[in-house]
């Protein structure tokens, strides 16, 4: 394939969706470099794809500066960049504390900004492809999720305006938005049967997803099939975001 050697530096690369997008990369030849905060987590990731590794912090620019040279260092290049750093928050916000609120808006939206001014310094240039993860929260109404729909949105207007900016430059800039993924992150609504089901009935095709149902879609996007694409926002949520829920839609049949 024509990106056989390209270098993707994947954060949050040992999280649920940030290891399905690397372990399929790497499937398919890609060059990466694995980055996230948990150092055990990447030594066994790392381990299996073969791939080195950095440690940072991506909320911390500063951390997020540091990890970007070093990959530049090691890779002697960088041609793609996947923010897969995210957090789960569900209250509502007179329930938020102001350190719940900046937690939520670092780790997701200023993860996703710092992406963005390193990752568009570093492949400026040549060009190359950023894609950052929102969510179905970001552009449909769910009851307590409101700082993280609030961060998410966001990260869904930042793809766009970034994509503006650095298309003059053959700098790609796009995000997927999933719905309820079932990773370690959400296992405290997984490992509930009730709340499992209730959540899967809000999606009309009547499942929560994958972290293989998004990674397919970040790959393209990382990808020179998608070439053409710019600043688009992906839902990839089992049609929570556009459709009504499976419970509405077997009622109005």
């Known amino acids: ?16 969706l940030g290891s399905s997008v690397s372990r399929l990369l790497s499937s398919h030849n890609y060059k990466l470099i694995l980055a ?27 951390s997020m500066a540091s990890c970007f040279e070093d990959a530049q260092i090691t890779s002697g290049r960088l041609d793609g960049v996947v923010n897969a750093v995210g957090s789960l928050h569900l209250k509502p916000a007179h329930s938020t504390t102001e350190e719940d609120w900046m937690s939520v808006i670092q780790t997701n939206l200023s ?30 109404g769910m009851p307590n999720h409101d700082a993280i729909a609030a961060a998410k949105g966001g990260v869904a207007s930042l793809t766009r305006s970034a994509a503006a900016t650095y298309a003059r430059y053959n700098l790609r800039v796009n995000c997927v938005s999933p719905g309820l993924l079932a990773t370690q992150l959400t296992r405290s ?3 509930s049967q009730a709340q499992l089901e209730a959540s899967a009935q809000l999606h009309p095709l009547g499942r929560i997803g994958t972290p293989e149902d998004v990674a397919p879609a970040i790959e393209w996007l990382i990808s020179d099939q998608s070439s053409w694409v710019t600043g688009e926002v992906i839902n990839i949520d089992g049609g929570l975001a556009s459709l009504k829920g499976r419970v509405l839609a077997r009622a109005s049949l």
């Not at 993860?111 to 449909?140: D, Q």
């Open 111 to 140: 993860s996703s900004f710092a992406c963005v001014k390193y990752g568009s310094k570093a492949m400026m240039s040549k060009g190359g492809s950023i894609v950052l993860v929102a969510s179905a929260v970001a552009s449909t």
């Open 36 to 62: 996230g905060r948990n150092r055990a987590g990447l030594e066994s990731l790392a381990d299996e794809l073969e791939s080195p590794y950095i440690v940072c912090d991506a909320s911390d620019f500063a």
């Open 189 to 191: 609504i997984t490992n």
């Open 1 to 16: 394939m024509s990106d056989e050697k390209k270098c993707i530096l994947v954060l949050g690369a040992n999280g649920g």
